[in-house]
């Protein structure tokens, strides 16, 4: 039961242009989402993050979009910058528990 | 500040062994998450600690367990090791549950089961 989708295995992008990297969810009652990104031999770092109650949340390059009604969320960079290439994680919780559930991953690639 | 740090960082160890791995969390942070990255399963919750009290569970058997110790430091534990068993994994640390704090996550150690 894979409550957290990413569908993309993986995107590539040119450097400057924007990436948008998409979540699904399933399970209504999460009411907060992460961003975390991962580099080889590392373990993931968080990005940005977003309540329920909110449907946009902005940090320098990124920001997140949430649309509750479509259990959807996005993470948007701009402009891509060859170090954003990495693995992409959305990950959901629900209730101020310390269990993420995490999507698949997205494996991001900025070309020059 | 040092950030989460796990030990050792890789291992192999044959099947029907067992295996502890070490996390010890931020200075600060009181509550430790353990995870299991696979290439079919992907990044999934194993439990979590506070205060030397396990707070949350995920869907692991058993076999599968962990403990924290007073200066908030953690080892999970895993018995009778089983080929599926190999994967990496990950500690997280965090201050409370007070809302939504991020998790800060360690290296991981890489476990390969022969």
């Known amino acids: 039961d894979q409550q957290v989708k990413q569908n993309s295995p993986s995107l590539s992008v040119q450097e400057g242009r924007i990436s948008i990297l998409n979540c699904d969810y399933t399970?209504?009652?999460?009411?907060?989402f992460l961003w975390y990104k991962k580099y080889p031999a590392e373990g993931p770092t968080f990005l940005i993050s977003i309540s329920s109650i909110k449907d946009k949340n902005e940090d320098g390059r990124f920001t997140v979009f949430l649309n509750k009604s479509a259990k959807h969320l996005s993470l948007h960079i701009v402009p891509s910058q060859p170090g954003d290439s990495a693995v992409y994680f959305c990950?959901?919780?629900?209730?101020?528990?310390?269990?993420?559930?995490f999507g698949q991953g997205t494996r991001l690639t900025i070309n020059p | 500040k040092a950030g989460v740090t796990q030990t050792p960082r890789y291992l192999i160890k044959t099947r029907g062994q067992q295996v502890t791995l070490s996390c010890s969390p931020i200075?600060?942070?009181?509550?430790v998450s353990w995870y299991q990255q696979t290439p079919g399963q992907g990044l999934q919750f194993l439990f979590e600690y506070f205060s030397e009290t396990q707070r949350n569970k995920g869907n692991f058997p058993g076999r599968f367990s962990g403990r924290q110790f007073s200066n908030s430091r953690s080892e999970m534990n895993v018995s009778t090791l089983e080929l599926g068993d190999s994967a990496l994994y990950l500690c997280?640390?965090?201050?409370?549950?007070?809302?939504?704090?991020?998790?800060?996550f360690g290296p991981g150690t890489r476990l390969t089961v022969l």
């Open positions: 990950a959901a919780t629900l209730g101020g528990a310390q269990k993420l559930v």
């Open positions: 997280a640390s965090t201050w409370d549950r007070t809302l939504y704090n991020e998790q800060f």
């Open positions: 399970n209504s009652m999460f009411d907060y």
């Open positions: 200075s600060g942070h009181r509550s």
